[in-house]
C-alpha cells in the first residue's frame, strides 16, 4: 500500500492543535482544500472539498488523546490519513501518517503538498489561538 510520512513543529501547546484537529467544523480554517465540513454525529462527517459544492465526500474520524493521534479516514478514495502530536517543548511535533490504495497511489506527490501546506496552517492557527 503506497504511503507517506510529512514532519513538522508548531510552536503552540499540544492542546491548541488537538482543539483544531479534533473538532472537523474548524478543518475548513486550515486544512487546504476543505470549503464546508458537516458533522454527521459522533466520529463521522462530511466534507466538501473547495471548488466543488455537488461532491460531498463522507469521512470516519477517530481521536485517541492517549497517543495525541487523529485519523481521518476518506469513504469516498479509502485514503487514511493519521494526525499525529507529541508535545515537543513548549511546542509540539506533528507528524502526518498517510495511506493509499493502490488505485490512489497517483495523488501520492499531490497529497503530500497539500498535507504539507496543511500543516503549515495548522501550526499557524494554533499559534494564534
Not at 500500500?1 to 467544523?25: C, H, T, Y
Not at 486550515?30 to 459522533?42: I, L, M, N, S, Y
Request: hydrophobic content about 40%.
Amino acid at each position: 500500500m503506497p504511503g507517506f510520512i510529512v514532519n513538522g513543529r508548531s510552536a503552540a501547546a499540544v492542546e491548541q492543535v488537538w482543539k483544531l484537529l479534533f473538532d472537523p467544523s474548524r478543518f475548513p480554517e486550515w486544512w487546504e482544500g476543505v470549503e464546508t465540513v458537516r458533522t454527521d454525529g459522533p466520529g463521522a462527517y462530511t466534507q466538501w472539498p473547495t471548488g466543488y459544492p455537488d461532491f460531498p465526500m463522507p469521512q470516519l474520524v477517530r481521536t485517541d488523546r492517549t497517543t495525541g493521534r487523529v485519523t481521518v479516514s476518506c469513504q469516498v478514495s479509502d485514503i487514511d490519513i493519521a494526525w499525529r502530536l507529541v508535545p515537543d517543548g513548549p511546542g509540539t511535533a506533528i507528524e502526518v501518517r498517510v495511506e493509499l490504495p493502490e488505485v490512489e497511489a497517483h495523488r501520492t506527490e499531490p497529497l503530500r503538498a497539500v498535507l504539507t501546506r496543511s500543516m503549515a496552517a495548522l501550526s499557524a492557527v494554533a499559534e494564534r489561538s
